[in-house]
């Protein structure tokens, strides 16, 4: 039996605060007919935090995949030979239901400060990355700095909190020794070739 709800043209509305309920098992069918009000095929919008802020939700958005990468570690000077390379950050990639949440405070890492001839002990590692809204805290953890005394920088591993589940889990890529002291990978690419530096 159909049922057929106002005739061709006609509008039919369900109040604010009303529901609709579909019974299990029934099918709506809206072949050829115009749609309006639902979501596009794939994501609704991206963002992209290259600075510390605020992630507010978007009123159509409940769903979020969250990528969170910490700043490389530096490279470190090493006179008369290659220096040694700074360890790559880890990057975390999480699906987190935002329904329940509004905003979320970003906190973006900075790469490590490079050490120089005249200290080369001086340099920083990476800092950390960090998604937290209230109930998920998520960090990409921030690489580490090569050592003067021979040893690159070590890669790092990404942390999230309560849960110590990710969706996926990209641990930085060392730095490279004396004789290669390329920065480590990471994620989005490879990291850069040493200079050498004569005397």
């Known amino acids: 039996t159909a049922l057929t709800m106002g005739a061709s043209g006609d509008t039919t509305t369900v109040p604010s605060g009303a529901s609709l309920v579909v019974a299990s098992g029934a099918t709506i069918n809206i072949t050829g007919a115009t749609q309006t009000g639902f979501p596009s095929a794939g994501f ?3 963002q992209k935090f290259t600075s510390s802020g605020t992630w507010t939700r978007p009123t159509d958005i409940t769903k979020v995949v969250v990528f969170v990468t910490g700043g490389g570690g530096a ?3 090493r006179s008369g030979d290659l220096g040694q390379g700074g360890g790559a950050s880890g990057t975390a990639i999480k699906f987190l239901d935002v329904s329940s949440i509004s905003t979320s405070t970003i906190t973006i890492g900075a790469g490590g400060a490079g050490s120089s001839a005249s200290d080369p002990a001086n340099g920083s590692v990476g800092a950390n990355s960090i998604w937290a809204d209230g109930t998920n805290t998520i960090t990409g953890v921030g690489g580490g700095i090569g050592s003067s005394t021979g040893l690159p920088g070590e890669g790092s591993t990404p942390t999230c909190a309560p849960s110590a589940t ?3 889990i990209i641990v930085g890529g060392s730095g490279g020794g004396m004789s290669d002291g390329m920065g480590g990978a990471s994620f989005w690419g490879n990291g850069t070739n040493a200079r050498y530096s004569g005397g």
Do not use: A, E
């Open 44 to 46: 609704n919008s991206i």
């Open 75 to 77: 490279g470190t000077y």
């Open 166 to 168: 990710h969706d996926v």
